[in-house]
């Protein structure tokens, strides 16, 4: 079992920068990719950042140049910085941590609002 609890979410003006952090227990020697998705109001979840288990990174054509996702494998975190934020980035952001196409972790979410 994997336990992912995000943090760092909250009221942004737009132009501004957040940092989300994603804190993990258990077996996380497991986890093969961390993601970053998110979720907003009438929409479906979708896919913002991800970083491989050898740090290949991908990003979301909309957060490109201005989302940076990493990993601290010593403290057992993952980070999204997020920079020049946009209020149609409002959302729950989810950490999600992957160890096969059938096994997955999400943590409950934190909400980032950016206002215009």
């Known amino acids: 079992q994997v336990q992912l609890v995000e943090s760092g979410g909250g009221l942004v003006q737009a132009g501004g920068s957040l940092r989300l952090s994603c804190a993990a227990s258990g077996s996380i020697f497991a986890i093969n990719v961390w993601g970053w998705y998110r979720q907003a109001p009438g929409k479906q979840r979708e896919l913002v950042a991800a970083?491989?288990?050898?740090?290949?990174?991908n990003y979301a054509d909309s957060v490109t140049g201005r989302f940076t996702i990493s990993r601290d494998s010593a403290k057992n975190k993952v980070y999204l910085e997020m920079n020049s934020l946009k209020p149609e980035d409002t959302a729950v952001y989810y950490c999600k941590g992957t160890v096969t196409v059938d096994v997955n972790y999400w943590g409950q979410g934190t909400q980032v609002t950016v206002s215009s």
């Open positions: 970083i491989t288990r050898g740090g290949y990174r």
